[in-house]
Structure formats: structure tokens, C-alpha cells
């Protein structure tokens, strides 16, 4: 019930390319749904975040999808470029649950040059 | 923006020591942290939350006695591993919520701190 799940766990895109990342989820309580993107060593960092009222959020390159009726979101990074690559998480939390996230397995993206 | 600072990023220890990991939330108050632990190629484990004020609350399975939190003041939590031994070896990765409630607010994540426990 608590669980996200994401695929794929890895993908490798050429320069300019589209990166598509899926999640799924079980928990209708979940209402707020932010991807984090972390690089090797490091921590990770909030790329971008949307709530169930709307069914997509862009922010320059970066835009998630939403269907709150299937229970899945996505992001997708359109042009991508090779300081892209990195690891990126999905995850969602319950306003019950305040700031407490639930993360996804995360997905290893490698986008070549 | 905000920032959450964790210190130290690198410790080398010796099995059966304990070892301090401190995370500091710069230019926010947090009245909770989470303490979550990472090993290679994995997602983030939520092990505790910790709570400014009072004990943390511990994610099932994890040995609050070998974990101790510490929330002392609105900008800085501890993490101290007990008595660690080399499976204790991993990537631990605080993080603070910003914003005015803790709902919804957008969780920060220090730089981590890998332990190795020889």
C-alpha cells in the first residue's frame, strides 16, 4: 500500500533525446508527488514536484505527467543532454504522513553524447 | 534557498566505536528531520524522524539503541552510531522540510555521509 514503484531501473538516451521515467503507486492517500535527481556521492536534490489537481507541471526541460486515475505519473526530460545523467527517485507522500516521503527504487539514467 | 548541511560527508571508523553525524538546517528552522539510509544502487530508507523537543520516531526495524537521534535545538540533529560494526557501512542522508507547515513542504537533503566501518 506504501510502496512506489519505478521503472525503468535504467536508460540510456543519446544527446537530445527524450528521458521518460514511470511511477506507480497503490496509496489514493498520496497527494503530493516530487522527483529528486542525485548525482554520485551526493544527495539528492528536489528537480520538481506536482499535486494531484493538476495533471501536468513543466519547468523548463523537466515536465511531469499525472493521471491520478491509474495511479501514475511520469517524468519526462525532453532534450537531453549528458549532465542529465544521474539517478532519479520518484516519491509521494499523504498529507497524514506530513513530509514523510516514500521513494521509488530510483532509475539510473545515462544519456550519451 | 534553502539548505540542509551535513557534516562530516567522509568517516573511516573502527568497529565497535561510535560515530557522530551531524545535519544542520542553514537559513530554516525544522522542527522535523528524517534520517535516511542509502546502499550502493538503492533507493533511500527512511530510518527515523526526528522530532525537535522530544524522541524521534523509528521506522520499523531499526534499533533505536543503535541509532540515537538527538533534535536539540530547530536547526541541528544528530545521528550516532553505536558500537558500529561493518555491516553499519553506508551512505546516510539527512533531510529537513521547508516551508511554514511541515505538509507538502519541500524536503531538502543534506550531501550525505558515507561511513566505513573497518
Known amino acids: 500500500q506504501q510502496q512506489v514503484k519505478q521503472s525503468p531501473q535504467s536508460l540510456i538516451v543519446q544527446k537530445g533525446g527524450i528521458s521518460i521515467i514511470n511511477c506507480a503507486y497503490e496509496?489514493?492517500?498520496?497527494?503530493?508527488f516530487p522527483w529528486y535527481q542525485q548525482f554520485p556521492g551526493k544527495g539528492p536534490a528536489l528537480l520538481i514536484a506536482?499535486?494531484?489537481?493538476?495533471s501536468e507541471k513543466k519547468e523548463g526541460r523537466f515536465t511531469i505527467s499525472f493521471n491520478k486515475s491509474a495511479k501514475q505519473f511520469s517524468l519526462h526530460i525532453m532534450d537531453s543532454q549528458p549532465g542529465d545523467s544521474a539517478t532519479y527517485f520518484c516519491?509521494?507522500?499523504?498529507?497524514?504522513?506530513?513530509?514523510?516521503?516514500?521513494f521509488g527504487e530510483g532509475t539510473q539514467l545515462t544519456v550519451n553524447p | 534557498g534553502a539548505v540542509v548541511s551535513q557534516h562530516p560527508s567522509r568517516v573511516i571508523c573502527k568497529s565497535g566505536t561510535s560515530v557522530k553525524i551531524e545535519c544542520r538546517s542553514l537559513?530554516?528552522?525544522?522542527?522535523?528531520m528524517f534520517w535516511y539510509r542509502q546502499f550502493p544502487k538503492k533507493s533511500l530508507m527512511l530510518m527515523a524522524t526526528?522530532?525537535?523537543?522530544?524522541?524521534?520516531?523509528?521506522e520499523q526495524g531499526v534499533e533505536k539503541d543503535k541509532f540515537l537521534i538527538n533534535h536539540a535545538s530547530l536547526t541541528l540533529s544528530t545521528l550516532t552510531v553505536t558500537s558500529a560494526h561493518p555491516e553499519d557501512s553506508s551512505f546516510y542522508i539527512c533531510?529537513?522540510?521547508?516551508?511554514?507547515?511541515?505538509?507538502?513542504?519541500?524536503?531538502?537533503f543534506g550531501n550525505g555521509t558515507r561511513l566505513t566501518v573497518t
Open positions: 533531510s529537513a522540510p521547508w516551508g511554514i507547515s511541515s505538509y507538502n513542504s519541500p524536503l531538502h
Open positions: 496509496n489514493t492517500a498520496f497527494d503530493y
Open positions: 506536482i499535486r494531484p489537481d493538476v
Open positions: 516519491a509521494a507522500s499523504a498529507r497524514s504522513s506530513g513530509s514523510r516521503l516514500t
Open positions: 537559513d530554516f528552522q525544522a522542527t522535523t
Open positions: 526526528s522530532n525537535e523537543g522530544s524522541k524521534a520516531t523509528y
